[in-house]
């Protein structure tokens, strides 16, 4: 039941982000443990959303994004009644951010989940870093339920690369 909670959520974020963005949704991402299916009761849902034409600012997109929490509310409440306890972490960027890359994109190499990909935007930007860790050897290494990856493990001082 939890699996099937969860997905439903992430359905209906999908279909309130392309009503909340409309033509300017390039890609909808889940990553982090709802995307692995290893979620909890109290787990968060961790998802990327790329857009273009973004209000400048952290706030001023979060504020924007707030639209869809407050259409999800009632079924949050819901999910809550049932004992599960979660909230949505939202990250947000321009296609050209997400052309620059970030270290969280690590997080989603193995395990994202993209319901929404507008010409395959973000499923190429997460090609092109596998490509780079498999040519650099890197490695994701768990321990426990916590995970790291060592980039290149055949590093010495001094070596110089970029992902």
Known sequence: MLKER??????????EAKVLYGA???????????????????????????????PNGRMNR???????????????AD?????IDTYLSAIIKSPAE???????FLDMVEDAVIPFDRDGFFARRLDRLRKRLQELGSKRIWRGNAWYWDLKPDYKPGDVFEL
């Not at 969860?6 to 279909?15: G, H, Q, T």
């Not at 999910?79 to 004992?83: A, P, Y």
């Open 62 to 76: 979060i504020r924007e994004f707030d639209a869809i929490e407050r259409k999800l509310d009632s079924f949050l």
């Open 24 to 54: 300017r949704l390039v890609s909808v991402v889940f990553f982090g443990s709802a995307a692995r299916e290893t979620q909890r009761f109290d787990s968060d849902v961790d998802l990327l959303v790329i857009a273009d034409g973004l």
């Open 98 to 104: 997400a052309e620059a890359g970030s270290p969280l």
């Open 6 to 15: 969860f997905k439903e959520l992430e359905d209906r974020i999908v279909a």
């Open 79 to 83: 999910l809550r009644k049932e004992g």
